[in-house]
């Protein structure tokens, strides 16, 4: 691959099989990459605006998801990852965690134990944190919440006013402050910053 993909703050590297997965030849700027992505990405969202009562709660749905979002792109997309991230939880581990997170979530649902949009700010957070897929895993848990608040009747987050997360910017510095909060457990920035 020609590409320099240097990474910027909270964004994962890639290993050297990960990076041959790239699809297109043509690209040659990471300036190239973002868009022909973001191309990629726009055809997912209409994919998920036409889709009726997804399963929202299951690993097809995400894996499906995930692949719309990345398939023109990336020859692995919808696939987990196969090696240790700086984030996330082991490699091993990403089917059971997810598993697991889609199981308290829909109890988190059935129970009303927290309000929608902080159901959806948490299920967000912690699909970040288990980190399932080699890229994208933000732009992915996003549109997870967005389809989860679709399922239950809510509108979609603004996501700090639909700011760019992906390059560095202001915005994307709040989402981060935000989600390292969440780590935390204090989830009050995320909530602020998701409708804002």
Known sequence: MAIDLDEQ?????????????????HLTTKGDLNEWEQENMLRAVRWLKRVRSPDVLSEG????????????????????????KNIGCEWTQVGVKLAQLFGNTQWWVDNATFPPDEIAARFH???????????GNGRHSRMMADALLRSLGRPAFSW?????????????????????????NNYQLLLAFVRS
């Open 9 to 25: 703050d909270g964004q994962t590297p890639l290993d050297l099989d990960e990076k041959a997965g790239l699809i297109p030849e």
């Open 61 to 84: 749905f995400c894996r499906t998801l995930h692949a719309r979002m990345l398939d023109q792109t990336w020859s692995w997309a919808g696939t987990f990852r196969s090696s240790d």
């Open 125 to 135: 957070r912690d699909l970040v944190w288990i980190h399932p897929f080699p890229n």
């Open 160 to 184: 700090g006013s639909g700011g760019n997360l992906v390059a560095a910017s202001e915005v994307r510095a709040q989402y981060l402050a935000a989600l390292r909060a969440a780590d935390q």
